[in-house]
């Protein structure tokens, strides 16, 4: 059931992308910038490790900068990692590609394939994106320029939105998100989402005890509950979802609940808060 | 390509730069407003506001490249007509978010080349210019009645031929206007440009207006003029006020060419 709300949401956001270069090209700037950073009447918002970068490559900290990283922050510390996965728009794309990818493997290879190969350890996939977060940054701050802006998913394709509805036209760019894409759909699904995506890491980074989170309601949550284990198969992420719900690769997409046949998941955090 | 990469490494191990933050080309200018290079790339995160809300369309994306992403003006394709409505937009203060009076733009200073400079060549009787097989030349001007910042920036001397003030802030629509071609006779040199082989005597003197703007535009903008204060001052500039310091330094003959 979050499934169509999710779809819903994910391809709003999708088209909110194309609309604003629209909107702008009518001349109404209520809505005005990209997935670096956007400005909804007035509120700046940015993405944080974009604002991250800025900070070390230009050596300074200014109001209007904190300000504009307030906001997905704080999503981040309610909602968990809601922009990866109600919103981001490659994160759509990367769908749509693991999507293909399932229908190639079910009905021309003839041979069923999980949507995400499952990971046993989701430690190691959190060690690569935050040494990835930790080494950009780091480069951004040594040679002056926020050089992970030139890896950013969600920054590029939205830039290449706002490029093709004014130019008509895409940028070199685009060939960034075409190679993600299909290394997704032939190798390894998933791969820039859990081990590299910069926007990603950080945002995880900011989940909590009361951050929104999948909870089991079995007994023992570190077991599988059932054989068939569906939800395992339903994480995107290759996490252990009836154990690992509370994990920093989680997104909270709900996929998993909505896989349970036995509607044993359930949404737990700040917004139904129970004595432990 | 085998320059390009000379001039990198010379740019890093003889000269001590950082490659990837000073990169200026003549005619390449950053949107009004814009902090010194060095803060502008670090500052500047590529989310491409101040192009979506150019209602010109001057502000381009630079292509493939360190500055890969950025906003830059190409005044030989469109020229920045000075609205100011990048600066504030901009997110991170990588163009000045206070800065509202055109006049206190630093994009560059515009530089002529006497050489092909259709009024310059006028009033130059004995030059032929290279290829040109007879001497050409008109009062043109066009640069003086495009400019923005009339006298303030660009002034006629002896009302005969263009010449630059330190009032100019770069916006490069003379250069966009400029008749000659291939090459435009007057160009905009973008500031903080460190190349004196490219910038030449002009150099010092685009440093310095740059120095001096900057330090004018860090202070707060309380000179911005709105309404009907910016309607008396426009009506306020007249042409003929800077007109008469104008000594004629050619020497006049009493017989004309081809008059018998």
Redesign the interface.
Known sequence: MYRRYRRASQIAVFALMFAVPVLNLYEIYAITGTFYAINIGGLGIADPVVILQAMFAAGELTVPLLSAAIFPVLLALLLGRVWCGWMCPYHLLSDVACAARLAAATRILKKAEPASPAVKRSFSANMWRFGFLLVGTAAAGAIGIPVLNYLSAPGITSTEAMIFVKERTFSLEIGFIAVLLCLEFTLIPRFWCRFFCPTGAFLSLFRSSFTLRIVSETKNPAVPCCKESPCLSACPMGLQPYREGGNLLCTNCARCIDACPHQRLKFDGFLTARPR | MADGLREFLERVFVRGQ?P??NNYAINRLRPPGAVDE??F?????????C???C?Y?SIK?A??G????TPYVFPEQKACYLCMACCR?C???ALD?HLRNPEKAVMGKAKIDPSICYSHLFLDRDKVPQGAKQKIGALCNTCYNVCPLQDKAITLKGNLFPVVLDGCVGCGICTERCPTRPRRAINVIPSGMGRVDEAGFYFGKARRHHDSAVSRAEKPSSGALKGEELLDRKYKIDGSRDASDFQFPYETSDQIEGWD
Do not use: K, S
Request: net charge positive; with cysteine; aromatic share 4%.
């Open positions: 950082n990837f933050v060095r803060r790339m670090g500052l500047c995160i590529r989310c491409n506001r192009l979506e809300v209602p369309g994306r292509g493939v360190p500055p890969m992403g937009l997110p991170t203060g978010a």
